[in-house]
């Protein structure tokens, strides 16, 4: 079975200083993982995605996510926060049959000045 | 494209009554999904559909039900509604697996009230 932790259920950074939400993940084949944000009442978009090629991924809005299959981790990380990116964000991955996604519970990250 | 669009985007219901929510996506997806989302979790999946005519249940099937009859189109029923179906429910489309695996698009919501 495939399962996701997310180890922070909030964060909260200055504004101008780095992120990091953490995630650990849970599968039985290769997965895909992916990052996904949702802002306060919207639907959610994809931030990036991993799919078996490069272990360092770059997505939108300066978000990045580093593949560590010794770790089974795959955390969030943006050089430099900025208010836009207080949000929900959600690590997800790929239970491999049917692109069924599995969901972390989410991490709020807060961006204070 | 539109992507994928919900209705309605906001809903009361009385206990007991049923109503349908609207998906489609334009996106030619053969794909479909309805998750539900209660607040400070994430989403769970309700049904799923692999294509037109085939759906299948997901981890939360009980007091849904659903039917795909074309491409476009995943209706999502909930029939005799209970206060535990009072969440946020989204459905989502991707398409066939394969590079990059398992990416969905996500409709903006349904806010659903059971009272």
């Known amino acids: 079975a495939q399962s996701v932790t997310q180890l922070d259920s909030h964060v909260s950074v200055s504004e101008g200083t780095p992120v990091l939400l953490r995630c650990n993940y849970s599968s039985s084949y290769s997965p895909s993982l992916f990052w996904y944000v949702q802002h306060p009442n919207k639907g959610l978009q994809l931030l990036l995605k991993?799919?078996?090629?490069?272990?360092l991924v770059k997505g939108i809005n300066g978000f990045e996510a580093e593949f560590k299959k010794s770790e089974t981790s795959f955390h969030l990380t943006k050089p430099s926060a900025h208010m836009s990116d207080a949000a929900e964000y959600f690590c997800v991955v790929n239970t491999g049959t049917a692109s069924k996604l599995t969901f972390g519970t989410g991490t709020r990250l807060q961006v204070t000045l | 494209n539109a992507g994928v669009t919900q209705t309605p985007k906001f809903r009361i219901l009385k206990i007991g009554q049923s109503m349908t929510l609207q998906c489609t996506q334009d996106m030619n997806h053969n794909y479909m999904y309805w998750y539900r989302q209660d607040p400070g979790m994430g989403l769970k999946l309700i049904y799923y559909s692999v294509g037109a005519g085939i759906t299948d249940k997901g981890e939360v099937p009980n007091g849904y039900n659903v039917s795909r009859s074309t491409t476009e189109d995943f209706p999502l029923r909930l029939e005799l509604a209970a206060p535990s179906q009072t969440s946020v429910y989204f459905c989502?489309?991707?398409?066939?697996?394969?590079?990059?695996?398992?990416?969905?698009?996500f409709g903006p919501g349904t806010r659903l009230t059971v009272t």
């Open positions: 989502a489309s991707s398409y066939l697996p394969g590079p990059p695996r398992g990416e969905q698009y």
């Open positions: 991993y799919t078996s090629a490069a272990t």
